[in-house]
Each structure stands twice: as C-alpha cells, then as structure tokens.
Nanobody, 124 residues
Framework: QVRLMESGGGLVQSGGSRRLSCTAS????????IAWFRQAPGKEREGVSC????????DYSDSVKGRFTISRDNAKNTVYLEMNNLKPEDTAVYYC?????????????????WGQGTQVTISS
C-alpha cells in the first residue's frame, strides 16, 4: 500500500528544536513534491513547508520561515522538517503530504495522499 509515515513528534521546550521525518513506502518519494502541514485544535489545516519535485525548490509559511528547514534524503526515501526556536504557537498535529506535481503553493486540497500525523507540543 502507498503510505507516508511521520515520526519525531513529542513534547519540546520553548526555544528548543525537533526534527520530524516523513518516510514513504510503496512509492519513490523523490518524484513527488512533499509538503508539511499542521493543524491546531479548532483551526484549519495550514501549509508549513514544501520541497518541490525535480528542482528541489523549497517554500515556507511566513510563521516558520527562518526557523524551519525542509530537506530530502532520497537514499532513505525520507523528507525531514527541522524545527528550531520552537514556540507555543507551533503546537499542532503535523502531517506530511505528497503531490505528483509541483508544490502548488501549499494548498491542502491539492495533495494526493497524507500521512497519519504526529503531535508536536511546545511547552512554555
């Protein structure tokens, strides 16, 4: 079965760092654009970052730009989200998603399939 699996979530102190992983099974990840989204309670799912297939161009939301870094390790069929200087407002369930096309401006509706999500909680 085609599947994306997130890992690396947990409880993090404000100002700390955490690395999330998104590992693909059933397909080769590097021919898809991979995006990270997050959803906090009572809020809409929002795009965080994306790495484009092909040219590897990256995109970030304004709220995380300069703090988060998305990267790809093709040998491990994995995309990472390195999160630095974490803030309480970063608390959310984080999802990765794959799209057989360009990043498409981090639109949740344009993604082809999703992981199950991993909880990231930032303590103040």
């Amino acid at each position: 079965q085609v599947r994306l699996m997130e890992s690396g979530g947990g409880l993090v102190q404000s100002g700390g760092s955490r690395r999330l992983s998104c590992t693909a099974s059933g397909f080769i990840l590097n021919i898809y654009s991979i995006a990270w989204f997050r959803q906090a309670p009572g809020k809409e799912r929002e795009g965080v970052s994306c790495i484009n297939r092909g040219d590897g161009r990256t995109d970030y939301s304004d709220s995380v730009k300069g703090r988060f870094t998305i990267s790809r390790d093709n040998a491990k069929n994995t995309v990472y989200l390195e999160m630095n200087n974490l803030k309480p407002e970063d608390t959310a369930v984080y999802y990765c998603a794959a799209r057989f096309g360009p990043c498409s401006r981090l639109s949740a509706g344009d993604q082809n399939f999703w992981g199950q999500g991993t909880q990231v909680t930032i303590s103040s």
